[in-house]
């Protein structure tokens, strides 16, 4: 397929997932903007199983949080479905989407934004308990209870106001917020970006621990690789509101395939000082396109060190490799698997 539109996402199904808890199909969203229209998500493609997490990254701009906020309905999807449990989403009304929202919930970035400043904690986590009509009185107080102590907080905390508690523990009440009515997915989007370096580690911990026992879906949203190869089982990478390469998570920082992906975890610092001095990053030229104006063909060919005419032209399908655990959109990834090599802005 040839064409000069920009606008035309990168077709192919997403990965079969047993049991899919989430299901997205050509999801766009487009803003209108003075000077055109920005094109912030432009045909994404996803599933999650039960039980599963999958890491969507890539840089700032890419589009990432915007696919999150349309998957719980937070922005309306301009193009696509959003099936949650089997059931479309996409186009219900408020009314008719509110008791199914016990099924999924969002864990936002700044917990400080997201919690009422008014209410205790008690009274923030047992509000979705009562407005899905789960539990009230002795029976909210009971769940409170047991949420705090899952999430590593004490009985006291629950009469504390969010001002009075640090960071961490912070986006540990939004968590418990979140698993107070056992929610099939949880998206969570950049959840410890916010926080201090020392408690990250302690609230991804605890992430992994919680969805181990409950085994609930998740979408984790980061642009911290580290944490994505430490929480999740497969991993896309986004790139100007496209995703570009899916495959499970060892087998994508083992061998990426797509030269975006490629120059991405070069740029990922790694614990030994030995081997991150002997690392050889790939540096790309210029920033991010605009999404008002994508480039034609791929979108990031214009960055690209190995992009041959045809790249600039032709938008590149999402295509299933012979594995059949990835999914990679770049025409110089051959049909068995093989893709070019980028060092230090060359192919090899």
Do not use: W
């Not at 009304?93 to 008690?122: I, N, Y």
């Amino acid at each position: 397929m040839s064409t000069t539109s920009s606008s035309t996402a990168a077709k192919g199904p997403a990965p079969a997932a047993t049991g899919a808890v989430l299901e997205v199909d050509g999801l766009k969203r487009h803003f209108a903007a003075d000077k055109g229209v920005v094109r912030a998500v432009d045909g994404v493609s996803l599933a999650i199983g039960r039980g599963e997490v999958l890491g969507l990254v890539g840089e700032s701009g890419s589009g990432k949080s915007t696919v999150g906020r349309c998957v719980v309905r937070l922005d309306e999807p301009t193009e696509g479905t959003v099936r949650i449990g089997g059931t479309d989403v996409t186009r219900m009304s408020r009314r008719a989407l509110r008791p199914l929202r016990e099924k999924f919930h969002l864990v936002f970035q700044d917990p400080s934004s997201s919690l009422d400043p008014r209410m205790t904690v008690g009274q923030i986590i047992a509000e979705p308990l009562r407005l899905h009509g789960i539990a009230r009185k002795d029976a909210a107080r009971e769940r409170v209870a047991a949420l705090l102590a899952q999430v590593g907080l004490r009985p006291e905390h629950a009469d504390r106001h969010p001002h009075e508690l640090s960071g961490g523990q912070r986006q540990r009440v939004s968590i418990a917020r979140a698993l107070s009515v056992d929610p099939e997915l949880l998206v969570a989007d950049e959840p410890t970006s916010a926080l201090d370096v020392s408690v990250q580690a302690s609230v991804l911990n605890l992430l992994a621990d919680l969805q181990r026992e409950r085994g609930f879906g998740c979408l984790f949203i980061t642009h911290d690789l580290a944490a994505v190869e430490f929480l999740a089982d497969r991993v896309a990478v986004m790139y100007l509101g496209q995703i570009v390469e899916e495959a499970p998570t060892a087998e994508l920082f083992a061998d990426p395939k797509h030269p975006y992906t490629q120059a991405l975890l070069s740029a990922a610092p790694v614990p030994d000082p030995v081997d991150q001095r002997s690392r050889e990053r790939i540096v790309l030229s210029g920033d991010l396109p605009s999404p008002l104006a994508p480039p034609p063909g791929c979108r990031f060919h214009t960055r690209c060190p190995v992009a041959v005419d045809r790249c600039r032209t032709e938008i590149p399908e999402a295509r299933t490799l012979p594995d059949g655990i990835r999914r990679v959109s770049c025409h110089l990834v051959s049909e068995e698997g093989t893709a070019p090599v980028v060092v230090a802005g060359a192919a090899r």
